[in-house]
C-alpha cells in the first residue's frame, strides 16, 4: 500500500485493510504462529466478506458491563448473539426450540475472529467463542473468560492510555455446565482524542500481501518526514510501548499482551503517529491492593496460583517473546534491511529504554521463558513454560 493513498482512507478502511492484507511475513517466529482451522468462508479474507451472527432465543443470559470502575451484573432476554460455529458445537448441551431457526441477527464484517456488530450501538467489534484452534489455542469464550477480560478493562482505566477496552460481555451456561461468552469493543479508542485513526502495530512493518512490491508503511514513513529512522522507531514505538507494558504492571498489576495484534498504533489527523494503544485486556495478575475482585476469580492468570506459572516466567513470556521477538526483531530486521541500522545498535537502544522505565526494577531472571514445542490448549488449560535460552536481547 502506498502510504499517502492509505492515510487517506476512512477509519473503517483504514482498519480493516491494515488487518487483512499488511500482516504478510509477520508470523514466522513460529511454526504454529500462522495455523488457523477456521474454514475459510468465516475468515478476514476480504473486506467485502461477511458471515452471519446468529442468536439464542427464549433464554436467559449474563450481562456484564464496565460501571464507574467495577462491574455491573444483570440479566437480559434479547437474542444472545452466537458464532455459527460455536452453535453446531453447544446443539447437544441446549434443547433445539431454544436456539431457534439459525435466522442471522445481522450480517457482519470480518475481522479475523473480530466481527463489526451493528446491532449494539455502544459497540465496534464483538469476540465470539469459535471451537476452532489459532496459533497453539482453541478460541473458546468462557464465562470466565468473560469475567475477567472485562474487569481487566475496568482496572486499566486508570493508566489513562489509548486503548479499546471490553466494555461489555455476556456468557450463559447449559445445565451440564457448558458455558458460551462473548465480549464488546468499541470501535473508537478511549483516552484519547476521538479523530484518532489507529491500526495494529504488524500493519507498520509487514507486507501487504496484496502488492508485494510495496516496501512496509513503516519504511514509506521515515522516508516521507525525512526522519532520523533509529531514532523515529524508538522514540514512536519503542519507547511508548516499554513503557506501557511496564506502567500496567506498576499501576494496574496486570501484564499486558502487546504483540503486533493487541499493540495499536495511533495516527493523528496528519497522519503522524502520536501514540500507542493497545487491545486485548485479557491479562495475566499481579495481585495488590486497590484491584477489582472479579480479577482473581480466574485462577488460571493469577500469579501465585496453582494453574499460573511464577511472575519472572510469565512477565519473559510477554516481554522478551511477545514484545521481544514477535515485534522488535521485526523492526531490527526493517531497520538494517533499509536503512543499514545495525542490529545490536538497535538492541542495545531498546535495553536503555527498558532500564530508563524501570524495568530493571521486577524481579525478571536472566533465562528467557516461551511455550514448550508441545503446548496446545485453550482458556482453561494449565499455563506450561519452559526456559529456551540463557540470553536476553531485549533487556
Known amino acids: ?107 457482519v464484517r470480518t475481522l479475523h475472529i473480530k466481527k463489526k456488530l451493528d446491532d449494539f450501538p455502544d459497540a465496534g467489534f464483538i469476540k465470539m467463542s469459535i471451537p476452532r484452534r489459532i496459533s497453539r489455542f482453541q478460541r473458546t469464550v468462557h464465562s470466565f473468560d468473560v469475567i475477567h477480560e472485562i474487569a481487566c478493562s475496568a482496572q486499566l482505566m486508570k493508566l489513562k492510555r489509548p486503548y479499546l477496552p471490553s466494555c461489555c460481555g455476556g456468557f450463559l451456561t447449559s445445565e451440564d455446565g457448558i458455558s458460551t461468552g462473548f465480549v464488546l469493543r468499541p470501535n473508537r479508542l478511549v483516552n484519547c482524542n476521538e479523530n484518532y485513526r489507529f491500526m495494529p502495530l504488524f500493519a507498520l512493518y509487514g507486507e501487504d500481501i496484496s502488492r508485494k512490491k510495496d516496501t512496509p508503511l513503516l519504511t514509506q514513513m521515515i522516508h516521507s518526514q525525512k526522519v532520523y529512522p533509529l531514532e523515529f522507531v524508538l522514540q514512536n514505538i519503542v519507547y511508548p510501548l516499554v513503557r506501557l507494558w511496564i506502567d500496567s504492571i ?56 496453582d494453574l499460573c506459572r511464577p511472575f519472572n516466567e510469565v512477565a519473559s513470556l510477554l516481554y522478551d517473546s511477545f514484545l521481544g521477538d514477535h515485534v522488535f526483531r521485526y523492526i531490527q530486521e526493517l531497520l538494517y534491511r533499509d536503512f543499514d541500522v545495525k542490529p545490536c545498535v538497535f538492541a542495545e537502544n531498546v535495553k536503555e529504554i527498558f532500564k530508563k522505565c524501570g524495568g530493571l526494577e521486577l524481579p525478571m531472571s536472566k533465562g528467557v521463558f516461551y511455550y514448550p514445542k508441545d503446548y496446545y490448549g485453550d482458556s482453561s488449560s494449565k499455563l506450561r513454560l519452559e526456559k529456551i535460552t540463557e540470553t536476553n536481547v531485549w533487556r
Open 250 to 305: 506498576m499501576e494496574c498489576g496486570l501484564l499486558l499482551s502487546l504483540h503486533g495484534q493487541n499493540s495499536l498504533v495511533c495516527f493523528d489527523d496528519k497522519g503522524k503517529i502520536c501514540d500507542i494503544g493497545f487491545r486485548g485486556t485479557h491479562s495475566f495478575v499481579i495481585p495488590k491492593e486497590k484491584q477489582i475482585p472479579e480479577l482473581y476469580l480466574y485462577k488460571r492468570c493469577v500469579i501465585g496460583e
Open 1 to 107: 500500500m502506498i502510504l499517502e493513498k492509505f492515510l487517506r482512507n476512512s477509519n473503517d478502511n483504514f482498519l480493516d485493510y491494515a488487518e487483512i492484507y499488511l500482516g504478510g511475513n509477520t508470523k514466522t517466529y513460529s511454526p504454529q504462529a500462522a495455523v488457523c482451522e477456521i474454514p475459510y468462508e468465516y475468515k478476514a479474507n476480504s473486506i467485502k466478506r461477511r458471515v452471519p451472527i446468529y442468536g439464542l432465543d427464549g433464554i436467559p443470559w449474563v450481562l456484564l458491563k464496565i460501571e464507574k470502575g467495577g462491574i455491573q451484573k444483570s440479566y437480559c432476554y434479547d437474542k444472545f448473539p452466537i458464532h455459527p460455529l460455536e452453535k453446531q458445537h453447544i446443539v447437544g448441551h441446549f434443547s433445539y426450540n431454544i436456539i431457534g431457526d439459525g435466522t442471522p441477527l445481522s450480517n
